[in-house]
C-alpha cells in the first residue's frame, strides 16, 4: 500500500443518485442515518484544518463536473458512486482524471455490493480508484477520510 499524499486541506465528498433518500430508502440496506447526519458525523472526524464538502447528486454529469472540480482544485476524492458504480464509464474516466493528477480517490459504498445482487458485483470505478471500501455504513466513509487524512 503506498502512503496518502500529505493531508488534504479539502476533501470532497461526492455522492450519486438517490442518496438524497438516505434515512428512508431501504434502511435494512442504507442504514437509518440522512446525509445531514453523515455531514455531521464526517465534519466530527475531520482533523483541524481539513475542509470537508459532502455533496450529492442525481445527475451523472454534474458528478463529473465535481471529479473535475477536485483536479482543478487539488482536493482529495471521497465518492460514492451508487448505482453509477456499475456502468457510468464517464464517470470511470472522471475518477481517473484525478488519480492521474496524484490526487486520492476513495471509492465508498455504505453496503457490500459483493453481497447483493449479481449486477453490483462490478464496479467500473475500481479500477482507477486509489482503494475501495464497503460495507461498513458510514464507516465506510469514516474509514475513507483516516485515510486521506493520514489517521489510518
Excluded: C
Amino acid at each position: 500500500m503506498t502512503d496518502p499524499a500529505p493531508r488534504p486541506g479539502r476533501v470532497l465528498v461526492l455522492n450519486g443518485p438517490n442518496l438524497n433518500r438516505l434515512g428512508t430508502r431501504e434502511p435494512d440496506v442504507y442504514g437509518t442515518g440522512t446525509l445531514d447526519d453523515l455531514r455531521a458525523e464526517l465534519a466530527g472526524a475531520a482533523p483541524e484544518g481539513v475542509a470537508l464538502d459532502l455533496r450529492q447528486t442525481n445527475d451523472e454529469a454534474e458528478l463529473i463536473g465535481w471529479l473535475h472540480e477536485a483536479v482543478d482544485t487539488g482536493s482529495a476524492v471521497i465518492l460514492n458512486p451508487a448505482a453509477f458504480t456499475h456502468y457510468s464509464y464517464a464517470l470511470r474516466d472522471a475518477a481517473a482524471l484525478v488519480t492521474k493528477a496524484g490526487l486520492p480517490l476513495i471509492e465508498v459504498h455504505l453496503s457490500n455490493p459483493h453481497s447483493r445482487e449479481e449486477f453490483r458485483h462490478t464496479s467500473v470505478i475500481s479500477g482507477v480508484a486509489t482503494g475501495v471500501i464497503a460495507g461498513f455504513g458510514f464507516g465506510s466513509y469514516r474509514l475513507a477520510l483516516a485515510r486521506i487524512t493520514g489517521a489510518l
